[in-house]
Nanobody
């Protein structure tokens, strides 16, 4: 069984920082691109940042310069360092990863989500 487990969410004041982690576990043969998405109440899930297995990153314009995505390939883990947080960053943050499970091809997996709340 393959799963993505997120951690690191919580409540922070505006201007503060949080670091999210997401670890992939199970019968994983290879990990492709990994990323973070967020979904605010009443809104669609949107991309925050992605990172390829080779370390190429992509960010939503709204988080450039404040958020940093990174990964540890040895641990099958992706991180999201969030600085200078704003109340509008409040959302459930979801981890996504393209995983190759033994005996199958790549497919996308989602974590369960972690709540980030930024108070003004």
């Amino acid at each position: 069984q393959v799963q993505l487990v997120e951690s690191g969410g919580g409540l922070v004041q505006a201007g503060g920082s949080l670091r999210l982690s997401c670890a992939a576990s199970g019968s994983i043969f290879r990990v492709g691109a990994m990323g973070w998405y967020r979904q605010a109440p009443g809104k669609q899930r949107v991309l925050v940042a992605t990172i390829t297995s080779g370390g190429i990153t992509n960010y939503a314009d709204s988080v450039k310069g404040r958020f940093t995505i990174s990964r540890d390939n040895a641990k099958n883990t992706v991180y999201l360092q969030m600085n200078s947080l704003k109340p509008k960053n409040t959302a459930v943050y979801y981890c996504n990863a393209d995983l190759m499970v033994y005996g199958t091809g790549y497919r996308g997996y989602w974590g369960q989500g972690t709540q980030v709340t930024v108070s003004s």
